[in-house]
């Protein structure tokens, strides 16, 4: 049961234009959503997050958009650079009682930035 | 401030053996976790622990085991090796609760034959 989802394995994306990647979630429970990004053989790194409690946040060219009645949130990067090339994860937490409140990733996607 | 680190990168293992993957982070953070990663997959919680002395399993723990006997060190243990095991592993550490930054180690990428 994959509870968040990302459905577009790969996007290609020209250089200076926006990125728009999709995570979709079936837990009503979660309430709390990042983004990490991964280069080839390196480990994840935070990109940005988001509270249940709002509905957009943004740091820099990137952009998380959360649409709890349609269980989807959405990152945007503008203007793509070929540096963002990667696999970016979405995932979630919450809803799982406990002190941890452990993180379910998405399968990711893989984009890549033409120059 | 080396962050979190991983040893080895890379291993081959015959099936029936057994190995501990390496973790320590020098950042003093109470949680750390072990995930694995398989071939167009997401990250699969193994274990993790909320500080010293303290363990508890994920979502796929059958196979493996952990200690945590210091802050900074999470090691992981694979006993009799599986070919279904065959994975790249990662070690991450944060702060407190899934809302703060996890900070992920570099992976080691295991093979099962």
């Known amino acids: 049961d994959q509870q968040v989802k990302q459905n577009s394995p790969s996007l290609s994306v020209q250089e200076g234009r926006i990125s728009i990647l999709n995570c979709d979630y079936t837990n009503s429970m979660f309430d709390y959503f990042l983004w990490y990004k991964k280069y080839p053989a390196e480990g994840p790194t935070f990109l940005i997050s988001i509270s249940s409690i709002k509905d957009k946040n943004e740091d820099g060219r990137f952009t998380v958009f959360l649409n709890k009645s349609a269980k989807h949130l959405s990152l945007h990067i503008v203007p793509s650079q070929p540096g963002d090339s990667a696999v970016y994860f979405c995932a979630a937490s919450g809803g799982y009682g406990g002190a941890t409140n452990k993180l379910i990733f998405g399968t990711g996607t893989l984009l890549a930035v033409q120059p | 401030n080396a962050g979190v680190t991983q040893t080895p990168k890379f291993r081959i293992l015959k099936i029936g053996q057994s190995m501990t993957l390496q973790c320590t982070q020098d950042?003093?953070?109470?949680?750390m976790y072990w995930y694995r990663q398989d071939p167009g997959m997401g990250l699969k919680l193994i274990y993790y622990s909320v500080g010293a002395g303290i363990t508890d399993k994920g979502e796929v723990p059958n196979g493996y085991n952990v200690s945590r006997s210091t802050t900074e060190d999470f090691p992981l243990r694979l006993e009799l090796a599986a070919p279904s095991q065959t994975s790249v592993y990662f070690c991450?550490?944060?702060?407190?609760?899934?809302?703060?930054?996890?900070?992920f180690g570099p992976g080691t990428r295991l093979t099962v034959t």
């Open positions: 950042m003093n953070h109470n949680y």
């Open positions: 991450a550490s944060s702060y407190g609760l899934a809302t703060y930054e996890q900070y």
